[in-house]
């Protein structure tokens, strides 16, 4: 009923630049909350950036003043830019959605499948 497709991960040198995109379609009558997640080998999960539908947004510490997260809700598409990219960041990207399918019904968070990002020389 919902679909997340996540593009643009790859393999980048430290220092260089990824822009990643995340697009929701399908059964879908409001968004409110987007985010992106990652995870390393033997890491768990962590939240990296989130905005809300007001596009209020809030980052890990880890990539402060080098990420930033976005939205377009015409397009129900959140991005994230990532620069000035070390290899610490190198992981699987997830871009997690919440929404609301239907008139009163209640909401629900959606993951993409993941992309992964690798950052080497």
């Known amino acids: 009923q919902v679909q997340l497709v996540e593009s643009g991960g790859g393999l980048v040198q430290p220092g260089g630049s990824l822009r990643l995109s995340c697009a929701a379609s399908?059964?879908?009558?409001?968004?409110?909350?987007m985010g992106w997640y990652r995870q390393a080998p033997g890491k768990e999960r962590e939240l990296v950036a989130r905005?809300?539908?007001?596009?209020?947004?809030n980052y890990a510490d880890s990539v402060k003043g080098r990420f930033t997260i976005s939205r377009d809700n015409a397009k129900n598409t959140v991005y994230l830019q990532m620069n000035s990219l070390k290899p610490e960041d190198t992981a699987v990207y997830y871009c997690?959605?919440?929404?609301?399918?239907?008139?009163?019904?209640?909401?629900?968070?959606?993951w993409g499948q993941g992309t992964q990002v690798t950052v080497s020389s």
């Open positions: 399908g059964s879908i009558l409001s968004i409110y909350g």
């Open positions: 997690k959605v919440g929404l609301i399918r239907t008139y009163g019904g209640r909401p629900e968070d959606y």
């Open positions: 905005i809300t539908s007001g596009a209020n947004t």
